[in-house]
């Protein structure tokens, strides 16, 4: 099983918003609609943001949204704020039991 | 408040022997998969495997399988990740994580335990 793929980096100015690929194949992400994505801070643990590929938990802000299409799953930060810049990692089932993550983006707000 | 409390930072050596902890507070602990995860420095986040606190019964990633062993004491609340025989490749910050629904998404986290390993 290999890592889903991710840009290494997107940026954006204050206000903007940003959209963040995960690419994997017929067998992950274009098997199962359970798309997760975290946000990490560096040294900090990962928080759920979006969950069920769309769904946010309680208090996650609506900036956050994801969608999926085929083979491709994206997070969408709009209205890019500067506490946004962080890491941001999909998750999903690579099989029907084990998990794969993906390698993971920085978001910088310039 | 749910919580998962990680056991502290570890500096080792090559071949020898770790058990790292996580415990689960605030919750029915049983209820609820423990997934760990691997982030090496400056990289992604890795999935290792999961383990269903009921029954012991556990998912590896193949990259992980035979290389650590999951467990669980329910008595403790606690869930356990451990290598027989270290390799400096293992440096990295570990990270356990509760599955909300079957064990996925991962809705808490520990802070993360540190193991390096160096001769």
């Known amino acids: 099983q290999s890592a889903l793929t991710q840009p290494a980096s997107v940026s954006g100015s204050p206000g903007q918003s940003i959209t963040i690929s995960c690419t994997g194949n017929i067998s992950d992400i274009g098997n199962y609609d359970i798309v997760s994505w975290y946000q990490q801070y560096p040294g900090k643990a990962p928080k759920l943001i979006i969950y069920e590929i769309n769904k946010r938990p309680s208090g996650v802000s609506d900036r956050f949204s994801g969608s999926k299409s085929g083979n491709t799953a994206s997070l969408t930060i709009s209205g890019l704020q500067a506490e946004d810049e962080a890491d941001y990692s999909c998750?999903?089932?690579?099989?029907?039991?084990?998990?794969?993550f993906g390698g993971g983006t920085k978001v910088t707000v310039v | 408040e749910v919580q998962l409390v990680q056991s502290g930072t570890e500096v080792t050596k090559p071949g020898e022997s770790l058990r790292i902890s996580c415990q689960g507070s605030g919750y029915n602990f049983p209820t609820y998969w423990i997934s760990w995860v691997r982030q090496r420095p400056g990289k992604g986040l890795e999935w290792m495997g999961r383990?269903?606190?009921?029954?012991?019964?556990?998912n590896y990633s193949p990259s992980f399988q035979g290389r650590v062993t999951l467990s669980v004491d329910k008595s403790r609340n606690t869930a356990f990740l451990q290598w027989s025989d270290l390799k400096t490749s293992d440096t990295a910050l570990y990270f356990c994580a509760r599955g909300l629904y079957d064990g996925y998404p991962f809705d808490y986290w520990g802070q993360g335990t540190l193991i390096t390993v160096s001769s």
């Open positions: 998750c999903t089932y690579g099989t029907s039991t084990t998990l794969l």
């Open positions: 383990i269903d606190p009921a029954d012991s019964y556990t």
